[in-house]
């Protein structure tokens, strides 16, 4: 899908200044990154989905289901964050869960409102 591509690049950028500068034994693999980092999106986004897929007939609005959904699933997204702590640091750790967030809220609510519109 289209949305996991920009994940995956967000994961990438992230590590990317790490990975230009002079190379040593400490620093991240980008490659490793992702493929550590994707089982654990995965999961946050499969939790997030079978939420708002469980309450898609409620009269919530498509903004506030998104929302529940990601709520519901705090432990996958710090699951994320902490696979992400261990190769990029905390700081990027917390931006780059940030914007997968969005990501994740903005396709839910695209996703809610074309279900609804059927």
Do not use: F
Not at 15 to 24: F, G, Q, R, T, Y
Not at 72 to 83: D, F, H, T
């Amino acid at each position: 899908m289209k949305h996991r591509c920009v994940v995956l690049a967000l994961l990438a950028a992230a590590a990317l200044p790490i990975a230009i500068a002079p190379a040593s034994a400490d620093e991240p693999d980008i490659e490793a990154l992702l493929e550590d980092a994707k089982p654990a999106g995965d999961r946050w986004e499969q939790c997030a989905a079978a939420i708002a897929k469980a309450e898609l007939r409620s009269r919530r609005s498509a903004d506030d289901l998104a929302e529940r959904a990601l709520a519901g699933c705090k432990r996958e997204e710090a699951a994320l964050k902490s696979v992400l702590r261990k190769e990029i640091g905390a700081e990027r750790a917390e931006t780059v869960t940030g914007l997968v967030r969005d990501i994740y809220r903005t396709n839910l609510i695209r996703a809610i409102t074309t279900i609804r519109a059927r």
